[in-house]
């Protein structure tokens, strides 16, 4: 098929065309890819004339939605980029309590409209990051500890297949698939659908944050860890450690503020902070307020771990980041965010996503501006990512960045991953989508 003979509903973009340097940035500013082509697909039928056409060209296929990987797996050099984002409409059925989300959708969008109705369902905790990839390979968020993980509110997917088919998973029909959609990530298809099942959650959060010096934060976070062990569903503990040591502890509330505020005296356990804020806002805001934290001008690179447990020695580790002193000027930002709750509550065969067990996610994660500072930035994040690594018990696939194979056994549990492998051989053996944590069928 000769590429001046693409029919599409959207916009297919070239070198040197109006849009193109538009549409191949991505968050991660270190990545700076030209595609052979771009397809701003409007319809399901542009996917498939997308994947269709990359095939008989022989060109990779990169799919973009939010544009949030690390790695910047939506931009391949000289391939095909699907870029979804035209594809971003939903709708809410308040009655029956779902949303329809098409696959270019921003989880801010999402958040917006099921909030209309004082619904939500768990997306991550910044907005403008892609429905879909959140969703594919599991999705962690506020609400995960009260209904379970993205992925585990999902009815039904519509999914173009490497073959070029459109398909729909659901609990019946294609139930293999559906399995493997859920945490399985981009492997399978292009998801250009997602029903989500919406709960009742109100409008409102209560966020409480209290300040350690480096000093006194190992005696207040073995306190945290040890309230988290009870903390209700609706509060998910968090820490943050940053500049000059200085920790953050506290959570997150998602729901009635005035329940949240009647908690907080079990954080007076923590000791006295250096200072402490406790904040009402709209779930959409709680949304939101990463935002600015995480804009698109900057060079990125992230780590992470999946812990089952968070031992003293751990808490150190934390803290100094890789470090002996726990200071520097390039260290990355690191934070601990609780699972269990909701996510425990799904039973580990159910879905590909595995480790449901975890305690706490670590991240890690930094940023800047300069290229001459790339090997010092990303040594400071793999070294604070290593000082966590005796305690880790695997990794969250979508956080994972240049790990490789080794990186994907790290996410998918032996029993699970060979199922996965097996699911690849029958939706893609030829490998169509591999820019992704690429789970590689049998034969390839």
Same mark, same amino acid.
């Given at each position: 098929?000769?590429?001046?003979?693409?029919?599409?509903?959207?916009?297919?973009?070239?070198?040197?065309?109006?849009?193109?340097?538009?549409?191949?940035?991505?968050?991660?500013?270190?990545?700076?890819?030209?595609?052979?082509?771009?397809?701003?697909?409007?319809?399901?039928?542009?996917?498939?004339?997308?994947?269709?056409?990359?095939?008989?060209?022989?060109?990779?296929?990169?799919?973009?939605?939010?544009?949030?990987?690390?790695?910047?797996?939506?931009?391949?050099?000289?391939?095909?980029?699907?870029?979804?984002?035209?594809?971003?409409?939903?709708?809410?059925?308040?009655?029956?309590?779902?949303?329809?989300?098409?696959?270019?959708?921003?989880?801010?969008?999402?958040?917006?409209?099921?909030?209309?109705?004082?619904?939500?369902?768990?997306?991550?905790?910044?907005?403008?990051?892609?429905?879909?990839?959140?969703?594919?390979?599991?999705?962690?968020?506020?609400?995960?500890?009260?209904?379970?993980?993205?992925?585990?509110?999902?009815?039904?997917?519509?999914?173009?297949?490497?073959?070029?088919?459109?398909?729909?998973?659901?609990?019946?029909?294609?139930?293999?698939?559906?399995?493997?959609?859920?945490?399985?990530?981009?492997?399978?298809?292009?998801?250009?659908?997602?029903?989500?099942?919406?709960?009742?959650?109100?409008?409102?959060?209560?966020?409480?944050?209290?300040?350690?010096?480096?000093?006194?934060?190992?005696?207040?976070?073995?306190?945290?860890?040890?309230?988290?062990?009870?903390?209700?569903?609706?509060?998910?503990?968090?820490?943050?450690?940053?500049?000059?040591?200085?920790?953050?502890?506290?959570?997150?509330?998602?729901?009635?503020?005035?329940?949240?505020?009647?908690?907080?005296?079990?954080?007076?356990?923590?000791?006295?902070?250096?200072?402490?804020?406790?904040?009402?806002?709209?779930?959409?805001?709680?949304?939101?307020?990463?935002?600015?934290?995480?804009?698109?001008?900057?060079?990125?690179?992230?780590?992470?771990?999946?812990?089952?447990?968070?031992?003293?020695?751990?808490?150190?580790?934390?803290?100094?980041?890789?470090?002996?002193?726990?200071?520097? #000027?390039?260290?990355?930002?690191?934070?601990?965010?609780?699972?269990?709750?909701?996510? #425990?509550?799904?039973?580990?065969?159910?879905?590909?996503?595995?480790?449901?067990?975890?305690?706490?996610?670590?991240?890690?994660?930094?940023?800047?501006?300069?290229?001459?500072?790339?090997?010092?930035?990303?040594?400071?994040?793999?070294?604070?990512?290593?000082?966590?690594?005796?305690?880790?018990?695997?990794?969250?696939?979508?956080?994972?960045?240049?790990?490789?194979?080794?990186?994907?056994?790290?996410?998918?549990?032996?029993?699970?991953?060979?199922?996965?492998?097996?699911?690849?051989?029958?939706?893609?053996?030829?490998?169509?989508?591999?820019?992704?944590?690429?789970?590689?069928?049998?034969?390839?």
């Amino acid at each position: 098929m000769m590429t001046s003979r693409i029919r599409l509903d959207g916009q297919l973009l070239r070198p040197g065309d109006e849009g193109y340097d538009q549409a191949r940035t991505v968050w991660n500013a270190a990545v700076d890819r030209r595609p052979r082509m771009i397809v701003r697909a409007a319809t399901v039928a542009d996917v498939v004339t997308a994947v269709r056409t990359a095939r008989e060209l022989d060109l990779e296929i990169g799919v973009r939605c939010g544009g949030h990987s690390g790695m910047g797996h939506a931009v391949p050099d000289d391939g095909l980029m699907i870029d979804l984002t035209p594809m971003g409409g939903m709708r809410v059925d308040p009655a029956r309590r779902t949303a329809w989300v098409q696959g270019g959708a921003l989880l801010g969008a999402l958040d917006r409209a099921s909030q209309a109705h004082g619904l939500a369902t768990t997306a991550g905790n910044v907005s403008h990051t892609g429905v879909g990839g959140l969703t594919l390979g599991g999705g962690m968020g506020w609400l995960a500890r009260q209904y379970g993980l993205s992925c585990d509110n999902v009815i039904s997917y519509e999914v173009v297949t490497a073959a070029g088919d459109v398909v729909r998973a659901t609990r019946t029909e294609h139930p293999d698939l559906f399995w493997g959609l859920r945490g399985g990530g981009g492997n399978f298809g292009i998801v250009t659908g997602f029903e989500f099942r919406l709960h009742h959650t109100g409008t409102r959060t209560l966020v409480a944050e209290y300040d350690f010096p480096l000093e006194r934060a190992a005696a207040a976070m073995r306190v945290w860890r040890d309230l988290n062990d009870a903390a209700p569903r609706r509060a998910t503990f968090t820490a943050s450690v940053g500049r000059g040591g200085l920790t953050t502890l506290g959570f997150v509330w998602a729901g009635d503020p005035a329940a949240g505020r009647a908690y907080l005296p079990a954080l007076d356990a923590l000791g006295r902070p250096d200072a402490a804020r406790v904040n009402e806002m709209s779930y959409v805001d709680l949304q939101t307020r990463e935002d600015s934290v995480q804009g698109h001008a900057y060079r990125r690179y992230s780590k992470g771990h999946y812990l089952r447990a968070l031992p003293d020695t751990a808490i150190e580790a934390f803290l100094l980041r890789g470090t002996e002193s726990g200071e520097g #000027d390039f260290l990355p930002g690191a934070g601990l965010q609780a699972y269990g709750g909701g996510i #425990d509550d799904v039973p580990d065969e159910d879905a590909a996503f595995g480790h449901r067990g975890t305690l706490f996610e670590w991240g890690g994660s930094i940023r800047w501006t300069d290229a001459a500072e790339d090997d010092t930035r990303i040594a400071a994040a793999r070294n604070s990512a290593a000082a966590l690594a005796p305690y880790a018990s695997g990794v969250y696939v979508n956080a994972l960045a240049d790990e490789g194979a080794a990186g994907v056994r790290r996410a998918y549990p032996a029993a699970k991953l060979a199922k996965l492998t097996a699911l690849k051989d029958v939706y893609d053996p030829d490998n169509v989508f591999h820019l992704n944590a690429n789970i590689r069928p049998t034969q390839r």
